[in-house]
């Protein structure tokens, strides 16, 4: 059963950076048939999809965020990486990483973290 | 960016009842479209793929039609684990989800 863990600050500073990692168990994160996502909901609200990468280390990102974001992914510990810069209140969001299938199916997400908030305050 | 808007904001239903939630693009999104259930404190559940192919493990009453910019969700006999939020998100280009329908107990 493949898990995966969020883990990285709660708080972050205005106009820093958000750092999370997403550690996989259960698989390796080196199979060519998935790509890792991260994924975020604003409090009391809907989903965006931030981006993700393949083991390979090929990136695509959500344009509104492409300026402030880098996703990165470190096989030989079977983890993937958010850094978001810059960051504001706006940036404050449960924070998700999550598999994702390829396109035969829809590039649909099926297993996901537990989730971590992530708040941007001073 | 591909605004998807879903109607109704909630929706209540009795158990055992059929529920239909909209889910409309604002261009085209081909059958580009899955949906998603969200419990409460937990992650979403990837429910439908391509406008009307069940994920793995999903229950047949739940189905998905449309195509182009109208979609549908339909969940046959509701039972009580369906009560839930709702998404519809589209991969046509990039991604993007709805704002959620809440399938509460009337």
């Known amino acids: 059963q493949v898990q995966l863990q969020e883990s990285g600050p709660g708080l972050v500073k205005p106009s820093q950076t958000l750092s999370l990692t997403c550690t996989v168990s259960g698989g390796s994160i080196s199979s060519g048939d998935y790509y890792w996502s991260w994924i975020r909901q604003h409090p009391g609200k809907g989903l965006e999809w931030i981006g993700y990468?393949?083991?390979?280390?090929?990136?695509y990102y959500n344009p509104s965020l492409k300026s402030r974001l880098s996703i990165s992914v470190d096989t030989s510990k079977n983890q993937f990486s958010l850094n978001l810069r810059s960051v504001t209140a706006a940036d404050t969001a449960v924070y998700y990483c999550?598999?994702?299938?390829?396109?035969?199916?829809?590039?649909?997400?099926?297993?996901w973290g537990q989730g971590t908030l992530v708040t941007v305050s001073s | 960016e591909i605004v998807m808007t879903q109607s109704p904001a909630t929706l209540s239903v009795s158990p055992g009842e059929r529920a239909t939630l909209s889910c409309r693009a604002s261009q085209s999104v081909s059958s580009n479209l899955a949906w998603y259930q969200q419990k409460p404190g937990q992650a979403p559940r990837l429910l439908i793929y391509g406008a009307s192919t069940r994920a793995t493990g999903i229950p047949a009453r739940f189905s998905g039609s449309g195509s182009g910019t109208e979609f549908t969700l339909t969940i046959s006999s509701l039972q009580s684990e369906d009560f839930a939020v709702y998404y519809c998100q589209q991969y046509n280009n990039w991604r993007t989800f709805g704002q959620g329908t809440k399938v509460e107990v009337k």
């Open positions: 990468i393949y083991y390979s280390g090929s990136t």
């Open positions: 999550a598999r994702q299938l390829g396109y035969s199916y829809g590039y649909g997400l099926d297993y």
